[in-house]
């Protein structure tokens, strides 16, 4: 973490200045926050941006290989095999905690994938009411800062975002798809998506099929539906056993944002087949010969296919195991354990561990991901989810922040 921000940050800090900072957002994003938000944005030295960079770039181009790809296809389930997937997702994430290397510097450690959206437009809103509260903090540099990427602005990282999600449609003709918008944790990243973007968040309940043709009701108007960024989370569909207007498997005329069968290749499921420095061992469950004696010491066992931390168990021990039926060990693996540094020094003494999305986009026509922003999520407690940190403070969502 970036030595002397920190230090002035935390010298300057206030319970008004993070309360103040809330305030904003919320004003920005026209709704409170499903999840807590930390007091403090994160900090990072040069050296440890471009190990991020370096890593998140070089994992995406991995999974971008053919070969890859035709193995990672393996995972899409016929119930949900969804036509005219492209050639790469238009949105993906890859997420790294920081810990300490061999020599003892801050370096990144892949824990996961998703080839789904992420907190996009909440991202920007939230870097400019930190930017903002950041220019009261004396010992900072002034002027805006920027989560961004790949030499992007706001501007320009705002255009990004608009060509993946919007493409050439007119906004009206987009909508956000999840399950009960308004009740979702991730609805200040809709409203923001709105406010950002002019995309609507609907239900898909509430779409009307018409042939190939999807349609919704707006102002008394049908309205055609030409392009969906898809929001739905698979796994809350199966477990509430949703009835749908349509079937995933059907032919109709709409432009997926990202392509649905993004949500089972580009995922979990793709960690045993990377190899890079930033990328811990991992072994689908059902190529286990032998349970590894250190296993409760040095492993965590995934589900492939979960969010949020569901289902993950990070002390696993052979009787866990034991209870997978061996016909659903596919969708479980073994990944090496990774041991987060309390890196980032709180007013109060004490160590927060820090982990940091880095942020893929892929307007329709390019070639290969763009990395765009980045979203930081805050812990002191065993798990990084939100609901691992309830009773602590410096905890939850944050954004990674160096002067523009």
């Not at 990144?108 to 930017?131: K, M, N, T």
Request: contains cysteine; aromatic residues 10%.
């Amino acid at each position: 973490m970036h030595p002397e921000f920190r230090a002035a940050f935390n010298a300057a800090f206030t319970d008004a200045l993070a309360s103040s900072y809330a305030e904003d957002l919320v004003r920005r994003t026209g709704r409170g926050a499903g999840f807590r938000l930390a007091e403090t944005p994160v900090f990072l030295t040069g050296e440890l941006t471009a190990a991020l960079e370096d890593g998140a770039r070089a994992i995406v181009a991995q999974l971008s290989r053919p070969e890859a790809l035709v193995r990672m296809k393996r995972a899409i389930p016929e119930r949900w095999a969804t036509p005219g997937m492209d050639a790469l997702p238009s949105l993906a994430q890859v997420d790294f905690a920081i810990v300490k290397g061999k020599d003892g510097r801050l370096v990144p450690r892949l824990i996961e994938l998703q080839g789904f959206p992420s907190l996009s437009a909440f991202e920007v809103l939230q870097a400019d009411a930190w930017s903002d509260a950041l220019a009261r903090v004396d010992g900072l540099p002034k002027g805006p800062w920027s989560p961004y990427f790949s030499g992007l602005s706001r501007t320009g990282f705002l255009d990004l975002l608009r060509r993946t999600i919007v493409g050439d449609e007119d906004p009206e003709e987009v909508v956000l798809l999840d399950l009960e918008p308004e009740e979702q944790k991730t609805a200040i990243d809709f409203h923001s998506t709105r406010r950002l973007l002019g995309v609507d968040a609907v239900d898909p309940r509430a779409l009307v099929k018409e042939g190939r043709r999807l349609v919704r009701m707006k102002d008394g108007r049908r309205v055609p539906v030409r392009r969906i960024y898809n929001r739905i989370v698979f796994d809350e569909l199966i477990k509430k056993e949703t009835k749908l207007p349509f079937d995933f498997r059907e032919e109709l005329d709409v432009r997926w944002v990202p392509h649905p069968n993004w949500y089972w290749t580009w995922s979990k499921y793709s960690l045993p087949l990377l190899s890079h420095e930033t990328v811990p061992a991992a072994r689908y469950l059902s190529e286990v010969e032998t349970v590894p004696k250190d296993l409760t010491e040095r492993y965590v066992l995934k589900p492939l296919f979960s969010f949020a931390g569901g289902g993950v168990n990070v002390d696993p021990t052979p009787e866990d195991i034991a209870r997978i039926p061996e016909s659903e060990r596919g969708s479980w693996c073994l990944q090496e354990k990774i041991a987060y540094a309390p890196c980032l020094r709180a007013v109060d003494g004490g160590a927060v561990k820090v982990e940091i999305r880095m942020m893929f986009f892929r307007p329709d026509g390019d070639a290969v991901p763009t990395l765009g922003l980045n979203l930081c999520r805050l812990s002191r407690g065993k798990m990084l989810g939100v609901d691992f940190n309830k009773d602590f403070t410096w905890v939850g969502s944050s954004v990674a922040l160096k002067p523009a």
